[in-house]
């Protein structure tokens, strides 16, 4: 088969513009953008990191998944947050386990408060990880799966009754909480320590 001039030149153009075309990627993952956040990507919860949310008025707030035995003052320290930071209740050495949140806030210029507490239900329930029984309220225990406004009103009102609860079972006696309905909620409960 002959091929024409037009034909060679063609395929030629062709070769040049997926040569750039691949360049360009190429680059573009391999170099950093200018004016990019520097933001470590840590993994995710299925190779044993713990998610946490940091929360306040800093342009990096989100979602992160850090490896486990990171401690709040690591993560600080990774996320450039450490200088000048007055870390509330001493949890600078305390270490991340799933669904924490750090609330990062600007008091004055160059200071910095950061404080250790726990995911909103809302935003912990959409990453899948547990929420406080004895902090949920009504609306937050309904965004769980198999529990509507009656159980949610029942678990609540007997929370009421008891000052608090010290086991997840204990809301079995809710009324209209059957054995299985517990056994598909209670993996989105834990009972805090406080």
């Known amino acids: 088969m002959l091929m024409l001039g037009g034909q060679i030149d063609g395929i030629a153009v062709i070769l040049v513009v997926a040569f750039i075309i691949f360049a360009v990627k190429t680059a573009v993952h391999s170099f950093p953008v200018l004016g990019a956040c520097d933001v470590p990507v840590m993994g995710s919860e299925s190779d044993g990191s713990v998610v946490l949310e940091l929360s306040g008025d800093r342009d990096r707030r989100g979602i992160y998944y850090v490896p486990s035995g990171t401690t709040v003052g690591e993560f600080s320290d990774m996320m450039d947050l450490s200088t000048g930071a007055v870390f509330a209740n001493q949890c600078r050495g305390r270490v991340l386990s799933g669904g924490d949140r750090l609330a990062v806030f600007h008091d004055r210029p160059g200071e910095t408060a950061i404080s250790c507490r726990r995911m909103r239900p809302s935003t912990a329930l959409a990453l899948d990880q547990p929420i406080d029984l ?46 299985r309905v517990f056994k598909r909620i209670k993996q989105y409960f834990y009972i805090a320590c406080n």
């Open 134 to 179: 004895n902090g949920a309220t009504i609306g937050e225990l309904m965004l769980i799966p198999g529990v509507g406004k009656k159980t949610a009103e029942a678990i609540v009102e007997l929370r009421k009754k008891k000052g608090r609860f010290l086991r997840i079972d204990e809301i079995r006696a809710a009324s209209g909480l059957g054995k």
